[in-house]
Structures are given as structure tokens and as C-alpha cells.
């Protein structure tokens, strides 16, 4: 089993993937849904920073991602755990070690102030931005300019747990939107593409979680919000 297939499988058993009647943050009704605010162990976070470690490692090798990362950024709140979780496994089994970060929602004025937690950005920093999954590109959008307000900074990357594969502002992916807007790469774990190859009809826990009817909601879905590549 290849860790795309096994990530897909801890994400249903993890009760992050599920599938049902969801509206995403973009405002679309759909049949599925990603939620890593669902992990709640000490296990699941080890787990979960050892995927986004092999994804971000396989991209380095590859070239996809030039060299180590400095940093690594996760945006309040869900992106806070996985930027600990993959800084934790990229040092424990890359022994890659990076700094990590992520921001407040609102900025303290006391203490030692500031939005920022964790390393200290500085110019020159390059960044991989750690978040749950993609949809339209509206929590980029919102994240990036936090990050180039606190230092001239460079983002390398954006590691998602899934890429949904749907159209952002117009009529191209939000991950190409965000790559030709930003120059930013977005790297996903796996696509909705491999979620449903690898669930269609096939037990999870002795339990079929996409059967014929919600693979056609899928695929209904699919065909009106995404762009098939």
C-alpha cells in the first residue's frame, strides 16, 4: 500500500474524511469533506506530520521543492498542529531541522505582543505553509499577506492534506490560480481523485464509506465545480 493510499484510509478512520451533506468555506454544497480539526491524539498527530514529511520529502527530491525549507508556517487554527506535526517527523525521520510558526487570529498587545508565534521570521526566510485542504483559495488569499507583513519572506510551498481538484475565481484550479497569482506551488498529499480510486466500493474498518450512490455525488459534483487535468 503506497502512504498516499494509507493516508487516505487514516483519514477516514480518524473520522477527518467523511462523507455526507457539507457546505465548504467557499459556499459550496458538497458530498464530502476534510476536517483535521477531528485528529485528537498524540498518535494521530505523529501519524499526520509523517505524511505531510514524506510529501514534502518526495518534493524535494524531485526538484518540486528547492532544498530545505526554513520554516514552516501553520495558519490559525487548524494549520498550527500540522506545522508542529511536520517539523516534528522532518526532524525525526529526514533530520531536517526546521523552525516552525503560525499566527494569532488577533494580535496581542501585551507580553511580547504581535500576531506571530513560534520562529522569528526574517528576510531571506523560505516558507512551506502547512494547511488542511484547498477548495477555492480564499484561506491563501488570507494567510499570505500575514506572512509578507512580517518579513520579506519567501513561500517555497503549499502542503494541503487533499487537493479537490475545483475551479478558484475563474475558470482554472485554485491551486493554478494560486500558483500564477503568487508563484506559489501547491503540493497535496493526494487529490479527491486518489480518495475516490482508492474507497470506491473497498472497506474501511469492514465498512464501504463510497458506495455507487456517493460516488456519483462525487462525480456530479466534481463535474460542476472542478477542472478535470
Same mark, same amino acid.
Given at each position: ?115 506571530? $508565534? &513560534?520562529? =522569528?521570521?526574517?528576510?531571506? /526566510? ?9 477548495? @477555492?483559495?480564499?484561506? #491563501? ?62 472497506? $474501511? &474498518?469492514? =465498512?464501504?464509506?463510497?458506495? /455507487? ?9 466534481? @463535474?460542476?465545480?472542478? #477542472?478535470?487535468?
Amino acid at each position: 500500500m503506497s502512504y498516499k493510499e494509507d493516508f487516505i484510509k487514516f483519514m477516514v478512520s480518524a473520522g477527518v474524511l467523511t462523507f455526507g451533506d457539507f457546505v465548504t468555506k467557499s459556499g459550496r454544497s458538497t458530498p464530502y469533506f476534510i476536517n483535521t480539526g477531528n485528529y485528537h491524539t498524540g498518535e494521530q498527530a505523529v501519524m499526520l506530520g509523517r505524511y505531510y514529511a514524506e510529501c514534502i520529502s518526495e518534493h524535494i527530491a524531485s526538484g518540486d521543492i528547492s532544498g530545505e525549507p526554513d520554516v514552516l508556517f501553520g495558519p490559525a487554527y487548524k494549520g498550527i498542529p500540522l506545522c508542529v506535526a511536520t517539523a516534528s517527523a522532518l526532524y525525526e525521520k529526514y533530520d531536517m531541522n526546521v523552525g516552525y510558526c503560525f499566527n494569532r487570529k488577533e494580535k496581542k498587545d501585551h507580553g511580547e505582543g504581535g500576531i506571530m $508565534v &513560534g520562529h =522569528k521570521l526574517k528576510d531571506g /526566510d523560505r516558507i512551506i505553509i502547512t494547511e488542511d485542504v484547498i477548495t @477555492a483559495g480564499t484561506a #491563501v488569499r488570507e494567510t499570505l499577506p500575514v506572512l509578507f507583513g512580517a518579513a520579506d519572506v519567501k513561500v517555497e510551498a503549499l502542503i494541503v492534506s487533499v487537493d479537490r481538484m475545483e475551479r478558484g475565481r475563474g475558470e482554472k484550479t485554485a491551486i493554478k490560480e494560486i500558483e500564477e497569482e503568487f508563484g506559489i506551488k501547491t503540493f497535496p498529499v493526494v487529490t479527491v481523485r486518489d480518495v475516490i480510486d482508492t474507497l470506491y466500493n473497498k472497506p $474501511v &474498518g469492514g =465498512k464501504i464509506v463510497i458506495d /455507487d450512490a456517493t460516488r456519483d455525488a462525487m462525480e456530479k459534483y466534481m @463535474a460542476e465545480y472542478c #477542472v478535470m487535468e
